[in-house]
Nanobody
Framework: QLVLVESGGGLVQAGGSLKLSCAAS????????MGWFRQAPGKEYEFVAS????????AYTESVQGRFIITRDNAKNTLYLQMNSLKAEDTAVYYC???????????????????WGLGTQVTVSS
């Protein structure tokens, strides 16, 4: 399993930006598709974005399309989520996740991810 540690969360005003990072260790980061999920208070886990192992494919949930950008730096074993034009409804704990299997494309389903970080809180004030 990959060990994943998120950072970069915080409090921001609506319309602002944040960039989340996820540092990975333990296995070959570059072999695994990666994703971001979030959980708002009282709600289920929600897929946010994912990126394939070779960075050739990305996927986003509709509500963040055009506002969020997922990237990865395999040389630094780090996944990123650039979040722009933040809205109050983006408030949640954001989790980084690594796919269970190697060499996959961008995925959307939580059961496809076998390694999870502890999360970082993002709060958007309106």
């Amino acid at each position: 399993q990959l060990v994943l540690v998120e950072s970069g969360g915080g409090l921001v005003q609506a319309g602002g930006s944040l960039k989340l990072s996820c540092a990975a260790s333990g296995r070959t980061f570059s072999h695994y598709a990666m994703g971001w999920f979030r959980q708002a208070p009282g709600k289920e886990y929600e897929f946010v974005a994912s990126i394939g192992w070779a960075s050739g494919s990305t996927a986003y949930t509709e509500s963040v399309q055009g506002r969020f950008i997922i990237t990865r730096d395999n040389a630094k074993n780090t996944l990123y989520l650039q979040m722009n034009s933040l809205k109050a409804e983006d408030t949640a704990v954001y989790y980084c996740a690594a796919a269970t299997r190697k060499f996959g494309g961008a995925m959307r389903s939580a059961p496809d991810f076998g390694s999870w970080g502890l999360g970082t809180q993002v709060t958007v004030s309106s």
